[in-house]
T-cell receptor, first 109, second 115 residues
Framework: DGGITQSPKYLFRKEGQNVTLSCEQN?????MYWYRQDPGQGLRLIYY???????QKGDIAEGYSVSREKKESFPLTVTSAQKNPTAFYLC????????FGQGTRLTVV | AQSVTQLDSQVPVFEEAPVELRCNYS??????LFWYVQYPNQGLQLLLK????STLVKGINGFEAEFNKSQTSFHLRKPSVHISDTAEYFC?????????????WGLGTSLAVNP
């Protein structure tokens, strides 16, 4: 049905490895976002981008990196510097309201 | 800057009973208001939104919300809930205009519908 696609849905990595989460959109929206979700903590903003080749840190950017080389794509890299990377990650884009992907559950062992 | 407070972290209710999930916000500028629903291990889905006009907004799945500017509230209601309404519900706001138009989120309300 189009919209915003995250992949993979489940991801396992060993501690100390970087991992990249994919987020692709076909809605032609300028703004894209990455959120982290932990039980009882709602949605916490990691990074956001309002235009190609530009992005800003959110509230919990440490240990994460992003790129925005194309309007359609906003990948998130979870680096080894992230102290507690196991979480549910959500990508979204927005015009007026936000549209979400189905999420990626990352487990680091 | 804006902020959102969802007044109840958990709301248990029996099937076919009415429910209200409360959301208050603060903002120095005009805002748009949203309610989203999240089922386990899924992304968020828009339930309804207030942009302008009538303060009573109807959404999907029989939900509605009323924007009250004087009380800075946007409470979500449903007259008769189903087991399938069990989910996490998030209230959000964003400014109409300006450089900072990020969505600001409440912490969520977990609705548990019991038989």
């Amino acid at each position: 049905d189009g919209g915003i696609t995250q992949s993979p849905k489940y991801l396992f990595r060993k501690e100390g490895q970087n991992v990249t989460l994919s987020c692709e959109q076909n809605l032609n929206h300028d703004a894209m976002y990455w959120y982290r979700q932990d039980p009882g903590q709602g949605l916490r903003l990691i990074y956001y981008s309002q235009i190609v080749n530009d992005f800003q840190k959110g509230d919990i950017a440490e240990g994460y990196s992003v790129s925005r080389e194309k309007k359609e794509s906003f990948p998130l890299t979870v680096t080894s510097a992230q102290k507690n990377p196991t979480a549910f990650y959500l990508c979204a884009n927005s015009n007026t309201e936000a549209f979400f992907g189905q999420g990626t559950r990352l487990t680091v062992v | 800057a804006q902020s959102v407070t969802q007044l109840d972290s958990q709301v248990p209710v029996f099937e076919e009973a009415p429910v209200e999930l409360r959301c208050n916000y603060s903002s120095s500028v005009s805002v748009y208001l949203f309610w989203y629903v999240q089922y386990p291990n899924q992304g968020l889905q828009l339930l309804l939104k207030y942009l302008s006009g009538s303060t009573l907004v109807k959404g999907i799945n029989g939900f509605e919300a009323e924007f009250n500017k004087s009380q800075t509230s946007f409470h979500l209601r449903k007259p008769s809930v189903h087991i399938s309404d069990t989910a996490e519900y998030f209230c959000a706001v964003r400014a109409h205009a300006g450089n900072n138009r990020k969505l600001i989120w409440g912490l969520g309300t977990s609705l548990a519908v019991n038989p």
